[in-house]
């Protein structure tokens, strides 16, 4: 199993961006790689998701046309970058691994999950 540490969130102003970045603690290729989020007060919900090779990718409809997830298999590093925040896309954002290889919005399909990084858009 993989070990898996978020970093990148911090205060942005509505309109503007941020870029997070996960670093796992082995090698990703064989893994489905996903972001998630949980809005304050609400349960935990999917942002995106890309497979090993990263051809394949997908998003929630409240992030599509401004995050765009990317992975460099080779430093065992996944990204997403996000443009355009809006005050709703505040959260905790989760980083997570599935060994299904095929990409994934349920949380249930992922076994590993980092600790989270705080992201926080001011209106």
């Known amino acids: 199993q993989v070990q898996l540490v978020e970093s990148g969130g911090g205060l942005a102003q509505a309109g503007g961006s941020l870029r997070l970045s996960c670093a796992a603690s082995g090698r990703i290729i064989t893994y489905t790689m996903g972001w998630f989020r949980q809005p304050p007060g609400k349960e935990r919900e999917f942002v995106s998701t890309i497979n090993w090779g990263g051809h394949s990718t997908w998003y929630s409809d409240s992030v599509k046309g401004r995050f765009t997830i990317a992975r460099d298999n080779a430093k065992n590093t996944v990204y997403l970058q996000m443009n355009g925040l809006k005050p709703e896309d505040t959260g905790v954002y989760y980083c997570?691994?599935?060994?299904?290889?095929?990409?994934?919005?349920?949380?249930?399909?992922?076994?590993?999950w980092g600790q989270g990084t705080q992201v926080t858009v001011s209106s």
């Open positions: 997570a691994a599935s060994r299904l290889f095929r990409i994934s919005p349920r949380p249930d399909d992922y076994n590993n």
